[in-house]
T-cell receptor
């Protein structure tokens, strides 16, 4: 049963600390997306990669967030330094072309719930 | 700018009471409209993709339909296990594979 995995599932940290979230996409998917979900804003796209190359990270605060994909099985999202307003659930999704070939479907991981105190 | 608006924000139904959720959208060339289900504490789970006006797709008690401006998710004779947040998203022809999501409809089905 292929699925996206994310670690850690929960993270509580103090303001100013570095936070690293990891994602393992579904094998064979060549696109990876990072989203942030809050009650107020819903799901927001932060960044995405195609074939490990960053395509768009315009949704991320550049001064503190960074996203990388060091290999095809690992994507990371780092926050340094973290702030209380970063508290949210962060989702990774991997994408593939639909069966009909007409669109690209995304499959989400279980998320990392981040609390910054 | 691509936009998605979902209504109602929340919906409470009795078991067996059929209803519909609405997703209105504006997009610069629709590549696909997606419906996801999200349970508390979990990631969104893919349900359907619709591509063109007039298209319909079904899965168990759910049926999704699409017009040029909106999509409906019809729930027939719902059960308590259908309780979840239902998210709608659009993918445009110009936005690579980006999905723009609505804020969702929280559905609660009471026994």
């Amino acid at each position: 049963d292929a699925r996206v995995t994310q670690t850690p599932r929960h993270k509580v940290t103090e303001m100013g600390q570095e936070v690293t979230m990891r994602c393992q996409p579904i094998l064979g998917h060549n696109t990876v997306f990072w989203y942030r979900q809050t009650m107020m804003q819903g799901l927001e796209l932060l960044a995405y990669f195609r074939n490990r190359a960053p395509l768009d990270d315009s949704g991320m605060p550049k001064d503190r967030f960074s996203a990388e994909m060091p290999d095809a099985t690992l994507a990371t999202l780092k926050i340094q330094p973290s702030e209380p307003r970063d508290s949210a659930v962060y989702f990774c999704a991997s994408g593939s072309r639909s069966g009909s070939g007409s669109s690209y479907e995304q499959y989400f991981g279980p998320g990392t719930r981040l609390t910054v105190t | 700018e691509d936009q998605v608006t979902q209504s109602p924000e929340a919906l409470r139904l009795q078991e067996g009471e059929s209803s519909s959720l609405n997703c209105s959208y504006t997009v610069s060339g629709l590549r696909g409209l997606f419906w996801y289900r999200q349970d508390p504490g979990k990631g969104p789970e893919f349900l359907f993709t619709l591509y063109s006006a007039g298209e319909e797709k079904e899965k168990e008690r759910l049926k999704a339909t699409l017009t040029k401006k909106e999509s409906f998710l019809h729930i027939t004779a719902p059960k308590p296990e259908d309780s979840a947040t239902y998210l709608c998203a659009v993918q445009s022809n110009t936005g690579f594979q980006k999905l723009v999501f609505g804020t969702g409809t929280r559905l609660l089905v009471s026994p």
